[in-house]
């Protein structure tokens, strides 16, 4: 493929206008011309209007429902409005790296694939709720791109041993909008669970041969006080963004899961892929399901970064074992399943990529446009911020992964 081809990202959003128009500032700063930015705005009362009308940039396109609709929802009337190219959702919160559409559509055209993942960079704002985490920014210093095989990684998701944002992901790529339409076609829609992000991930990957991975981060994912995803399995303090969540009329859980999502990405997991069986997708994994294999994966997760989190996990495994005739999960003793060298392992596997943790507070920086420019200037020149370092250090010392890593090996 030699032509560039064509872009769209879309910003699903409502009531976020103190995010949104940072996140629109790292999008119109692209100087890729064969791009498209729709703001889909799912009836805010705030100024989001007139955030997106600020902007004057011929490739921002401004859509809204004329009705309040669910997440999964919104995502689908948004996405209808791509009919070719390929298409990347943006968080409100969270912002592109400079220069990283032509970077995205280089690689798109030098390889011809169907899906781009990336891997990306955070950022937790100000506002986050968890102040231990506040104006941090996390840098990653991997550079190139690899051909993987998508059922090969979709397995090691599905197991635990990889996070579903490893793998194309309306979230974390670029999609050939060919492979929407795929998705679509057996059931007329697409998203068929009530985490898009997370169904995204099984729903392609499980279309697809291979994939292109670029280890650069293209993108930088901010947490908010807002956020979605902190609100469901981040600490306690935003329950008013996961109440408005669960009130709305969406998507019903699978009725094999249990009754509320809980606090397991593995869990969750497990859930969409029950889902994307239904929708007439990876009909090759519906003959291998085991929920053992989710159990697992959640446990794995209650001991190392779901520690808060780790009763409602619990019951979430006892109540899917019940319904599904697990016995051996429906236990009080489920800590003790899964061997503490297993955790372990997926910690180190966390550690081991080159990353800086970055104070954003010391250069003035407060929101995801500044973030994304500091991003590039560290990764491109990291000894000109010699604060990294020791930041890097302290941080580090404080997160959930090292200290399962010192119990592992008998540092209290």
Request: net charge neutral; proline share 3%; glycine share 6%.
């Amino acid at each position: 493929m030699s032509q560039q081809p064509k872009i769209t990202i879309i910003i699903p959003t409502r009531n976020r206008a103190e995010t949104l128009v940072h996140a629109l500032r790292t999008c119109v700063k692209q100087a890729y011309a064969n791009l498209r930015i729709i703001v889909s705005d799912n009836m805010s009362t705030d100024d989001t209007c007139a955030v997106v009308s600020s902007f004057d940039d011929a490739r921002l396109t401004y859509i809204n429902p004329g009705k309040s609709l669910s997440m999964s929802h919104h995502w689908e009337f948004a996405l209808s409005h791509v009919t070719d190219g390929y298409v990347s959702i943006l968080g409100d919160d969270d912002g592109f790296v400079q220069g990283a559409i032509q970077d995205a559509a280089d690689i798109i055209a030098q390889t011809g694939t169907k899906a781009l993942s990336t891997n990306y960079g955070l950022y937790w704002w100000p506002s986050v709720f968890d102040k231990t985490r506040a104006n941090q920014l996390h840098v990653s210093f991997r550079s190139g791109h690899e051909t993987l095989d998508a059922a090969i990684e979709l397995g090691h998701v599905i197991a635990g041993r990889k996070h579903y944002l490893a793998i194309p992901c309306l979230y974390n790529s670029f999609i050939d909008v060919s492979l929407v339409e795929a998705a679509k076609r057996p059931t007329g829609q697409f998203f068929h669970s009530q985490i898009p992000d997370v169904y995204s991930s099984v729903a392609l990957t499980g279309l697809l041969d291979q994939f292109v991975y670029s280890r650069r981060s293209l993108k930088v994912f901010g947490i908010s006080g807002k956020s979605n995803g902190a609100a469901h399995l981040g600490k306690p303090g935003n329950e008013s963004v996961a109440n408005l969540f669960y009130q709305e009329l969406t998507i019903p859980i699978h009725p094999l899961a249990s009754d509320t999502l809980g606090k397991s990405i593995g869990l969750i997991i497990g859930e969409s892929l029950l889902q994307s069986f239904d929708a007439g997708l990876n009909g090759h994994w519906k003959l291998k399901f085991d929920w053992r294999i989710f159990f697992e994966a959640a446990i794995r997760e209650a001991t190392t970064t779901g520690v808060g989190q780790k009763e409602e996990i619990y019951r979430n495994i006892r109540e899917i074992a019940r319904k599904n005739n697990v016995p051996e999960f429906d236990s009080t003793d489920l800590e003790n399943r899964t061997m503490t060298a297993s955790s372990a392992v997926s910690v180190v596997s966390r550690l081991k990529d080159i990353v800086a943790i970055v104070d954003t507070s010391t250069y003035g920086i407060s929101d995801i446009h500044g973030a994304c420019a500091l991003y590039k200037a560290v990764y491109e020149k990291p000894f000109m911020h010699p604060g990294i370092v020791w930041s890097t250090i302290s941080k580090l010392a404080e997160t959930a992964a090292f200290k399962t890593l010192l119990r592992y090996i008998g540092i209290k």
